[in-house]
């Protein structure tokens, strides 16, 4: 498989592990618009083959997220990039260089010990992510609604202590990609292994439900996410996306 390939088809996976609640599709783009903070579900993105010219993508796509009363974000990966001079033309803000990764299973050794996967996140779990994240009541419901708009098999891996969950994330397989998402350690418990120890387990299953590889996008300067992920085999810098948003 060729790297353009590869890296559409890894696309495509991480729309569908992390899907937009509401959409349109519009000259070869898809407008997402969940509502929330998440710019991932909350923008533009192009889709693989013919796409529009920027002078007709840009005003209407601006139009409907202004009927919405939202604000117009245009995610770019490297290789559908080509309105990004125009946007920043127009005075569109560069935000947020973020790197996608993929692994092989070759990395892999024996299956970490004491990870619960779940094919639903229970409230520990959201209790968890919504404090790691300092999420507002109302972002954690739209992002609950997303979690139940996924329709490829899916895990929801954590380790727990009295009750309360430690470190989380999840998994979806799609095209024989798994996708890993929500990748996160409560404080009090870091440097213990743990966030190394979900991811792990989620590459486990997914190895063993027959997918060929692991993908995953990380902000490009948080190191310390980077470093857990390479040492799992993410290695491999596949391609980068950045977002311009409007003025």
Not at 134 to 140: D, G, K, Q, Y
Not at 143 to 160: D, G, H, N, Q
Not at 230 to 247: K, N, V, W
Request: proline share 4%; charged share 25%; glycine share 8%.
């Amino acid at each position: 498989m060729s790297d353009i390939d590869l890296k559409w088809r890894v696309e495509e996976a991480c729309h569908n592990a992390w899907p937009a609640t509401r959409q349109v599709l519009l000259h070869g783009w898809v407008l997402r618009m969940s509502g929330g903070h998440t710019k991932r579900t909350n923008s533009v993105n192009p889709l693989r083959w013919e796409r529009r010219e920027a002078d007709r993508i840009i005003p209407e796509a601006g139009a409907l997220y202004a009927s919405l009363g939202r604000k117009l974000f245009f995610r770019l990966p490297d290789m559908a990039a080509e309105i990004d001079s125009r946007l920043e033309a127009l005075g569109y803000a560069f935000v947020d260089d973020v790197t996608t990764l993929v692994a092989d299973f070759s990395a892999l050794r024996g299956g970490p010990e004491g990870v619960e996967l779940a094919s639903a996140p229970d409230a520990a779990w959201l209790a968890t992510f919504q404090a790691g994240g300092n999420h507002s009541e109302a972002n954690l419901a739209i992002y609950r609604r997303m979690l139940e708009t996924i329709v490829p098999p899916r895990r929801f891996a954590s380790i727990r202590q009295d009750g309360q969950v430690c470190a989380h994330a999840y998994g979806v397989i799609h095209d024989g990609l798994l996708v890993l998402e929500s990748v996160g350690t409560a404080p009090q418990f870091r440097q213990k292994g743990f966030g190394r120890a979900v991811v792990s387990s989620l590459m486990h299953w997914a190895r063993h439900e027959g997918a060929e590889a692991a993908c995953l996008q990380v902000v490009t300067d948080n190191l310390p996410a980077r470093a857990l992920y390479e040492r799992l085999g993410f290695t491999r810098d596949l391609y980068h996306y950045h977002y311009r948003i409007a003025p």
